[in-house]
Structure formats: C-alpha cells, structure tokens
C-alpha cells in the first residue's frame, strides 16, 4: 500500500508545499506549538514515525515499531491520543474506513480530506480540491449543520488494480 498526496489550486491561488524530513517535522513542531500544544519527543517520535509511513498507518503498527525501536513497549492507546492530537492541529489525517492515519505534508494549510482508497491493493491518494470542499461546507451550511473536519472517502480500484 502507498500514499500519494495530489493538489489543486484554488482560484485564489492557494497551492501547498509538500515537505518531508526533517523540514516536515520542523514545520509540524512549529505549527503544534503556534496552537498551544506542547512538542514533546514522544510527540515527535510519533510523527516522524507516521511520516516514514508509505501508506495509511494503524496506531497499532506505529506503537510496534516504536516499542522495537526504543526497548520498551508503548501502548497504542498513548498512541491514539498523540494521533488525535495531530488530526486535531492538522498535522495528520485520519482515514475513517481503515482506522487509519497519514501524515499531513503541508502541516500549516486546513483543508479537508478527500481520499481515494483502492478496495484491492490499499492504495491511499490524498487530494486537496477546494472546490469539492467547498460545496461539501456549503451543503452542510445549507442544513443548519457547522462541518468541523469534512472527510470524503471514495472505494474502489486504483489504475494498477482496475
């Protein structure tokens, strides 16, 4: 399974810059600390144990790799409270389908989830599409209801797997 993240322009010309390493840790630190949160080096281990993930990761396999790495067993549960913190600061996103998270490679931009999951292979594509957005907040609105963190996943077979 991979993840790949495809984006848009708006018609504002709003566009995001895709980091990695320690640029992306860097900028999920700052953006954490600007709301309040404190970064604390497990917090950090966490997300730059989400952000080496290639696909759409569990709480699960990431307290794994972390108890492996640091000798000791970490429990999931501390895991999932790292990881909600995340999707509530925007540094991660959650795909509601497989209980499962992706690091957000542009920290300091909101936008909402549009996810692309192929049902053979697992292949995850992160798109960011203002104009779907949009219309998704507008309809929400339009029924008296305040959408917080719209989540859009669409099933089916990617271009390998159709």
Not at 72 to 97: C, G, H, Q, W
Request: charged share 25%; proline share 2%.
């Amino acid at each position: 399974m991979t993840s790949q993240t495809a984006s848009n322009d708006d018609a504002h010309g709003h566009s995001h810059q895709d980091l990695s390493g320690a640029d992306l840790i860097a900028e999920a630190s700052r953006v954490l600390t600007a709301q309040g949160e404190k970064w604390t080096s497990m917090r950090e281990a966490v997300f730059s144990e989400l952000a080496q993930c290639k696909r759409p990761t569990s709480a699960y396999d990431i307290a794994d790799n972390l108890s492996q790495k640091r000798g000791k067993r970490v429990a999931p549960n501390s895991i999932y409270r790292i990881l909600d913190v995340f999707v509530t600061n925007n540094l991660a996103a959650r795909v509601e389908s497989s209980n499962a998270f992706l690091v957000n490679t542009h920290p300091g931009c909101e936008h909402d989830c549009i996810f692309l999951v192929c049902d053979e292979c697992g292949e995850t594509t992160h798109l960011d599409d203002e104009d779907v957005s949009r219309t998704l907040r507008n309809l929400a609105k339009a029924r008296s209801f305040k959408a917080e963190r719209p989540v859009l996943e669409v099933r089916g077979l990617c271009q390998s797997c159709a």
